[in-house]
């Protein structure tokens, strides 16, 4: 079973910054694919970012290219997500997911093919 665990969230003012973290445990780290989605209340929850096992290959949604950073840390078990130039549209729950099944260079943008999920934590950001 793998754990995950995030932090990081809060309120932040339009054009702000904060930085995720998820820390992973009951793998070896570098077996996991990692993403960051969010969902708001009322709408479906959808990608942000995914990272593949070895850290190269990168995905991120239209809406925080340009914006938000993916990165793992495999040495401290850790997946990042930095946020800059927050808008009041990225106001929503973050969730970490993992998964162990992708093969090392692979990325997935779909909720349903991570099979590990933190609790999430909120991000709000204020106009």
């Known amino acids: 079973q793998v754990g995950l665990v995030e932090s990081g969230g809060g309120l932040a003012q339009a054009g702000g910054s904060l930085r995720l973290s998820c820390a992973a445990s009951?793998?070896?780290?570098?077996?996991?694919?990692m993403g960051w989605f969010r969902q708001a209340p009322g709408r479906e929850r959808e990608i942000v970012a995914a990272v593949s096992r070895d850290g190269v290959s990168i995905y991120y949604s239209d809406s925080v290219k340009g914006r938000f950073t993916i990165s793992r840390d495999n040495a401290k078990n850790t997946v990042y997500l930095q946020m800059d130039s927050l808008k009041p549209e990225d106001t929503a729950n973050y969730h970490c997911?993992?998964?162990?099944?992708?093969?090392?260079?692979?990325?997935?943008?779909?909720?349903?093919?991570?099979?590990?999920w933190g609790q999430g934590t909120q991000v709000t950001v204020s106009s």
């Open positions: 997911a993992a998964d162990d099944r992708f093969l090392w260079t692979e990325v997935q943008a779909t909720f349903t093919r991570y099979n590990y």
């Open positions: 009951g793998r070896t780290f570098s077996n996991l694919a």
